[in-house]
């Protein structure tokens, strides 16, 4: 059902994806990750429920990943308002739908690399309270708060020399920053 390492959790999360009727004529249906399943089984756009035109499809089980190293991401979703799995869906012309679920990831910044490519569709869907606490587990045991440590500046004294302006077998007469003024200039 679920995998498990010091460095890695994987959990099996059913997404379900609600179609309904579009509102303009562009758009026949609207299609939206509506929730999520711990632990469920594998499924191929198993209908759920149905009312009316507006149908709930069990369309995929894909792996939540929880990664050691990504505990500061897990904690930044944990600290929203509304603590939330990303769903990743891409187009795909081979599917009925037109869909196909790519990816579900608690991290933020995962989630924000895919809204950035602009081809993929990022859902948010609320985590529900059991998903929610194992995360939150996750977190309490790998998230390691680093303390801050301020640069400190080199000490050495760069206004005497100015190294890398213009080369030192030019004569130059004027300010080497000066755009030149006429064309003899400009060739000099």
């Not at 910044?109 to 950035?116: E, H, I, K, L, R």
């Not at 100015?162 to 077998?169: H, T, V």
């Not at 030019?170 to 755009?179: I, K």
Request: overall charge negative; aromatic content about 8%; proline content about 6%.
């Amino acid at each position: 059902m679920f995998q498990s390492s010091e460095k890695m959790f994987v959990l099996p999360l059913g997404i379900v994806l609600r179609k309904s009727p579009g509102v303009t004529r562009w758009a026949k249906w609207v299609w939206r990750a509506v929730a999520v399943l711990p632990g469920a089984g594998p499924a191929n756009w198993r209908e759920l429920r149905r009312e009316g035109e507006v149908v709930e499809y069990h369309a995929a089980t894909v792996p939540l990943e929880l990664h050691r190293t990504d505990a500061e991401a897990y904690l930044t979703e944990l600290s929203t308002r509304s603590p939330s799995i990303y769903v990743v869906l891409r187009e795909c012309s081979e599917s009925e739908s037109g869909l196909e679920v790519v990816l579900a990831t608690a991290s933020p910044y995962d989630a924000q690399d895919y809204a950035d490519n602009g081809e993929d569709i990022v859902e948010l869907v609320p985590m529900p309270p059991a998903l929610l606490a194992l995360v939150r587990e996750w977190v309490d045991k790998h998230h390691k708060e680093e303390k801050f440590v301020k640069r400190q500046r080199d000490k050495h004294n760069t206004d005497l020399v100015e190294n890398g302006i213009g080369d030192a077998r030019v004569r130059q007469v004027a300010d080497v920053y000066r755009a030149p003024t006429n064309k003899r200039e400009a060739i000099h």
